[in-house]
Each structure stands twice: as C-alpha cells, then as structure tokens.
C-alpha cells in the first residue's frame, strides 16, 4: 500500500465541471431510432457501449430532456446505428430539436419486425430491452442484441463527437 | 408511415457478429481505480458514459472476465480516469492480465477519502456507486459524481481505441 496522498486539486462535482469533463472525452456516435406505436423516432446518442459478449448486450441511455426518449423507453425493441462519416447528415437530423426526423421518406424503411431504420448506415443491431433503470434525468437501458446488419464496407471512417466537433477517425494516427 | 420494408441481410446476433460490431466502434479510454479494502484495482474501459448533468451522474460496466471486477462491483467508490494519448502506457497496463497494476509506486497515490489515483491523469471524477444492474456476463454501475479533477492542459489529445488499435483523436480531421 502506498502512503502518499494526492496533492492535486479536486472540486465538487456540479453541472458545469461534470459536462465540462465529458465534452472532453470522445465517443462513437449512434443514432437509436424506435416505434412503439406512437409513431417512429430516432435520437442521436454517444452512450452505447458493449456490456457482454455472451449472450450479446448493450447499454444505453436516454434524458429526459429529448424529445424521442419516452418513446425508445417504452419500446420493446430499439435499433442501434453506429454511424460513419458518410452519415453525418444524419447525426445532425437526430440531434436537432424540432425537427421531423422522418420527413424525407427516401431514408428510411421498417424492417420486417416493424422498427424504423436509416437505410444507408452500414452498421445497425437490432435490440430487446430487458432492463430500464432511472438515473438522475435519464433512463438507462440494458439491452439483449437480436439481428445484427454489417456491410462489408463498414467502418473505415467511423464518426466520432468531442468537445462539440464532429470527427473522422479514419485520419487518425495510430499509435 | 413508410410501407417500405428493408431489403438489408440481417443475421441473428451471436457473439461473433456482436463482437465485431463493437469492434468497429470507436471509444474514449478511461481506467476504473477502486479499493474495497481488499487492496487496490484498475480497469481499462471504453465503457463509461455520461448519463444525466443534473444530478452529475454517469453509468460504466465491468465484465466478470477481468480480475478488477469483484473490487470495483463491491466498492462503494470509484475513481474514473479519462486518459490522453500521453496516457497509454497506463491504458496498456490496466488492459494487461496477470501484472501487478500498482507495482511502481511512482505512478499513484491515494485520496485523502482512500481511493487510489494515478496522478498523471489530467481528467479524472470520483463517483458513489448508487444501483447496480447484471446484464449477460457484466455488471452495469450506475454512479453519481462526486469531486472532479481536471488540469488546465486536459484533453486535446485524448486516446481512442478502434478495431484493436490506439488512436490520437488530436489528429483527426474536424467535419
């Protein structure tokens, strides 16, 4: 066990250091569209991430503050997009307050199953909701992946969002 | 409504498909420090989102493959370090099985609440777990913020891992 004591400078969390903190980390970027009878929905999300392998689950969340969430809560099912750069434009449209996300009827389709999807996304899961758990002004959601949709051009360029920029992550050093 | 129904090839989700999916996905990299009492752990992760601003909170998973997991499920806090490209030998260590996480004595400290640090870090949070969720073979913690660390020089270099590579988003094209 190590003695020391850090001797950095810490503050209280508040609203202002805690968004300030994760403006700062980047993240994949999904847009999560649903329908659970009210009509199809779409949200522009950077918070899915993997949680198991076996069986396959994810986790993401939704505040309350957008407009799409009470729906993608009530749904059963929710499909996940995992968005390159060549879809930019339709991370734009899922984030935009007041807009119809579903206007311009060229860009998406139902599957089989009912779910609205964006047809030109290379990488999409399908999802069942199995678990809804409220945190602050938000709903975190456990999901079990159903169908999964990879084209095989997928995913050179993945779009990435940081400190209010959107990124192309294919330009990137490795290191 | 559309009536068009896709025409895509979807495929039922089993662990390959879903893994790599994921593995297309590019995530911020964070190490998740606890100590129980049972001595301390840490974890890398590209899991970590945050979830609500008000109150500060922020949900991580932690699958029962890593050796960190009992520790960081049965602490009471956390410490969550986001990391920057100058960081990656850190990320390396904590991703690294069967080595001792604290064996150089140079590299962290502890809080004066006990939680050891890695004092390099320029980004860092303290959370209290508040609800924990098993999802497949993981845990989900849902935490909420309690003190913030950020360092004047944070974050214009922030590490990304993509298809099993590190990545320097500093260098990446802005859309």
Tied chains: 1, 2.
């Excluded at 001797?7 to 403006?23: H, K, P």
């Excluded at 939704?62 to 997009?81: F, G, K, M, N, Q």
Aim: proline letters at 6%; glycine letters at 6%.
């Amino acid at each position: 066990m190590n003695p020391t004591t850090a001797m950095e400078v810490w503050q209280a969390a508040d609203a202002e250091n805690f968004a300030c903190l994760f403006r700062a980390q980047p993240g994949g970027v999904t847009v999560i569209t649903a329908d659970d009878g009210s009509g199809p929905v779409a949200l522009t999300a950077t918070s899915v991430s993997s949680v198991s392998v076996v069986p396959p689950m994810l986790v993401l969340s939704a505040s309350d503050r957008s407009s799409a969430t009470p729906t993608i809560v009530a749904a059963e099912t929710l499909v996940v997009h995992f968005l390159d750069v060549v879809d930019l434009e339709l991370a734009k449209l899922a984030a935009t307050s007041g807009v119809d996300r579903f206007a311009d009827r060229r860009l998406w389709s139902r599957l089989p199953s009912g779910e609205p999807i964006y047809d030109s996304v290379a990488r999409k899961v399908r999802v069942r909701t199995v678990d809804r758990v409220r945190a602050g002004g938000a709903t975190v959601l456990i999901a079990q992946a159903l169908d999964v949709h990879s084209a095989p051009s997928a995913a050179s360029h993945p779009l990435v969002y940081h400190d209010r920029t959107w990124r192309d992550l294919g330009d990137s050093y490795v290191i």
